[in-house]
């Protein structure tokens, strides 16, 4: 079993900065990749940043830029560097883990990294409880 837990969520205005954290444990079979979903009210779940045992990194298009997501295989820990923050940012950030084979389903053939993880987390993967984000402008 896999657990997930994220820190370092709160309130900040238009054009600050905030690093979350996320501490996970447990294990799974076959290879996982990682990385970060957000919910906000009114608005579809969007997947934001992910990164696999390599190092290679996807972001939503709407983060580019701005957000970098990064781990720390020493401490379990996984990050997520969000500056610039704006008002549209404002959600709960979940962080996830996913097996690596959802990037090749069917359904997922036309999916980045990212998107796969945000659209198959709950059938397949392990998602922490998450942290509020709120930007003010």
């Known amino acids: 079993q896999v657990r997930l837990v994220e820190s370092g969520g709160g309130s900040v205005q238009s054009g600050g900065s905030l690093t979350l954290s996320c501490a996970y444990s447990g294990y799974a079979i076959g290879p996982y990749y990682k990385g970060w979903f957000r919910e906000a009210p009114g608005k579809a779940r969007e997947g934001v940043a992910s990164?696999?045992?390599?190092?290679?990194?996807d972001y939503s298009d709407s983060v580019k830029g701005r957000f970098t997501v990064s781990q720390d295989n020493a401490k379990n820990t996984l990050y997520l560097q969000m500056n610039n923050l704006q008002p549209e940012d404002t959600a709960i950030y979940h962080c996830a883990s996913v097996p690596t084979y959802l990037r090749d389903l069917p359904d997922s053939k036309n999916m980045t990294p990212v998107q796969a993880l945000a659209a198959h987390v709950n059938g397949y993967g392990y998602w922490g409880q998450g942290t509020q984000v709120t930007v003010s402008s």
């Open positions: 990164i696999d045992s390599d190092g290679n990194t």
